[in-house]
């Protein structure tokens, strides 16, 4: 029963536009989630991080939004480059058990 | 400041035959989790280890099992191996347990069973 899904396996954008990555979760119990950013060969990196007591959170070019009533989470990358081109996953969390979508391939194209 | 290492890198084994998993946690990290990472899927939870105890575990068999050693450093044991439990198996480390405590990957171990 996959609880968190990305829906969208791959996105490509074009360098400086901004990429927008989706994710969807079932449990209404997760109070934690988290974007992960995978490269080839290495292990996920945490990116960003959100409360479910809040809707927004910024760092930088990343932005998480957090609409509970839909049971959605989306990360806005302004402005894309070449080098954020990787897998990013979602993940969210009730206590200390994590919950990851299957990832989504984004490209950035120069 | 070290990372969280894994080893070993790459692993071949039979079906039915026993395999341990090591990990080293991040200098000061007191908390790892082991993940499963099945082709074309997220990372599914195997479980936690804070402080040398399990603190929680995710929709797994008994056959996985796990240890932390007194420098926090891991060991993932799964035994009777089956083809499904090829994947790649990745521990992270972290300062703590909660689920707001930053969890640093490891690069993972490659896990083929024939």
């Known amino acids: ?24 979760y079932t449990n209404s119990m997760f109070d934690y989630f988290l974007w992960y950013k995978k490269y080839p060969a290495e292990g996920p990196t945490f990116l960003i991080s959100i409360s479910s007591i809040k809707d927004k959170n910024e760092d930088g070019r990343f932005t998480v939004f957090l609409n509970k009533s839909a049971k959605h989470l989306s990360l806005h990358i302004v402005p894309s480059q070449p080098g954020d081109s990787a897998v990013y996953f979602c993940a969210a969390s009730t206590g200390n058990q994590f919950y990851f979508g299957t990832g989504t391939s984004l490209t950035v194209i120069p | 400041e070290t990372g969280v290492t894994q080893s070993p890198t ?8 026993q395999v341990t998993l090591r990990c080293s946690s991040q200098s000061g990290h007191n908390t ?12 599914q939870f195997i479980f936690q280890y804070y402080r040398e105890e399990e603190n929680g575990r995710g929709n797994f068999p008994p056959r996985f099992s796990g240890l932390q050693f007194p420098n926090y450093s891991s060991e993932l044991n799964v035994n009777a191996l089956e083809l499904d439990d090829s994947a790649l198996y990745l521990c992270a480390s972290s300062f703590g347990q909660g689920a707001w405590e930053t969890q640093y990957f490891g690069p993972g171990t490659r896990l083929l069973v024939l």
């Open chain 2, 32 to 43: 790892v989790s082991w993940y499963q990472q099945a082709l074309g899927q997220g990372p």
């Open chain 2, 10 to 17: 790459h692993l071949i084994k039979t079906r039915g035959q």
């Open chain 1, 1 to 24: 029963d996959q609880q968190v899904k990305q829906n969208s396996p791959s996105l490509s954008v074009q360098e400086g536009r901004i990429s927008i990555l989706n994710c969807d």
